[in-house]
């Protein structure tokens, strides 16, 4: 059976590998030279199968039209005239209240727990190497209401089986010393020694190779064009080479017997044109990794800043800040207002809560 691979960030290359294992003929197609060139290059590095807790809960929406206007904002809704945009606010809204919460973390708990164990089966059959560390994830909350609601959604998530506990003050610093230059402000927080932390792009560019020695056929620079209709069946995709400089785009036609779209947010539109229609709309987040000075006071638990929704993870000899959502369409600008202020949150912070610790001057590519 010969199938199709739309995407080649970690999920279509997760996807991939997996259809090797079960005898797929295995073609990847992506736009970029690589594989993990976009979401999946630089995220906040946490293997968080037990942040099981959906942002849309019953106080999301009074936080999110309080933070329309503060460009530093964890959640950042910039209105656009956009049916989509709309369509998936009201989408969420209908999920902000204690039912669907319980239901959706439910969920997330069963699809998280299935994910690491196939994590753990790929990294045992692989052997790949991506700064991983079984070091668990803790939370710190810096106000006593927020410290509050987590303790709320712990007790949701223990109750499906999430080793998620409440710590105060004074065990999150015992479990990541590195945080006691900020401990003062830190209220309390919630530990899970069970989560990881490690390299997305390492992971995903590691993997892509082994699914090459086995096989696997790689498009890259191919820019996905559109999804070819038969009837009731999606079986062709038409793909353009992305040669600089050329005048015109030499079109070609890729037939397989199934087709796997992991596009990342752009799969919406792409399947939208053929009839099916998926609840995702685009969020950017930002993402700064920067050098240690001091890596004996850097921390080895990877946490995540509640107030600011920014995660902190360590991946070898550097730290990786990353996180906050802004809800404005696909926008991968850096050069306005709202993205330099937001860039510039990633290192403040850092300087805030790890004084002196990393070379904030000089962020990574
Ligand atoms: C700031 C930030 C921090 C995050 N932190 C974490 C974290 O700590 N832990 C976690 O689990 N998740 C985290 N995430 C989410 C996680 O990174 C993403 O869910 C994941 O990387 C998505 O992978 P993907 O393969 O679906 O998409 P992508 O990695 O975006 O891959 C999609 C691929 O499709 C290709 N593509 C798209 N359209 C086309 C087209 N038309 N033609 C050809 N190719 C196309 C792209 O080039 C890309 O390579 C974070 C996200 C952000 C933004």
């Not at 070091?135 to 710190?140: D, L």
């Not at 080479?241 to 397989?256: P, R, V």
């Not at 991946?315 to 802004?326: K, M, S």
Request: with cysteine; aromatic share 8%; net charge neutral.
């Amino acid at each position: 059976m010969k199938t199709i691979v739309l995407g080649a960030g970690i999920i279509g290359i997760s996807t991939a590998w997996h259809l090797l294992e079960r005898g797929h003929e295995v073609v990847v197609v992506d736009r970029q030279p690589d594989a993990a060139l976009e979401t999946s290059f630089a995220n906040a590095a946490q293997i968080s199968v037990s942040y099981c807790e959906p942002w849309a809960n019953r106080a999301a929406p009074w936080k999110a039209l309080k933070w329309m206007f503060d460009k530093e904002a964890p959640l950042l809704l910039r209105p656009q005239l956009d049916w989509e945009q709309w369509r998936w606010c009201l989408k969420f809204l209908a999920q902000c209240n204690d039912t669907a919460f319980e239901r959706n973390v439910q969920q997330i708990v069963a699809l998280g727990a299935y994910s690491h164990a196939a994590l753990k089966d790929v990294v045992r059959a692989t052997g790949i190497q991506y700064h991983r560390l079984e070091c668990g994830i803790a939370h710190f909350y810096s106000d006593q209401k927020s410290l509050d609601e987590a303790g709320h959604a712990v007790e949701v998530m223990r109750k499906f089986g999430v080793q998620r506990r409440l710590v105060s003050r004074a065990e999150l610093l015992q479990i990541e010393p590195a945080f006691s230059a900020y401990g003062e402000r830190i209220t309390g927080g919630t530990y899970t020694s069970t989560d990881e932390s490690g390299d997305a792009r390492l992971f995903t560019q590691q993997l892509a190779r082994r699914c090459a020695e086995r096989g696997a056929q790689f498009l890259y620079g191919h820019d996905v064009l559109r999804l070819n209709k038969t009837g009731n069946t999606i079986d062709s995709v038409a793909v353009s080479a992305i040669q600089s400089g050329a005048t015109g785009q030499k079109h070609s036609i890729l037939k397989g017997d199934a087709i796997v779209v992991a596009c990342g947010s752009y799969s919406a539109p792409l399947l939208r044109s053929v009839g099916v229609d998926l609840p995702i709309y685009p969020g950017k987040g930002y993402s700064a990794t920067f050098p240690l000075l001091r890596p004996e006071a850097a921390p080895l638990v990877s946490a995540i800043d509640d107030g600011k929704k920014l995660a902190m993870s360590r991946l070898g000899d550097v730290l990786r800040v990353a996180g906050t959502i802004e809800l404005g369409g696909f926008d991968l600008s850096l050069d306005n207002p709202v993205a330099k202020a937001r860039c510039h949150l990633l290192s403040r912070r850092i300087e805030e809560v790890l004084p002196g610790v990393c070379d904030t001057r000089t962020p990574e590519q």
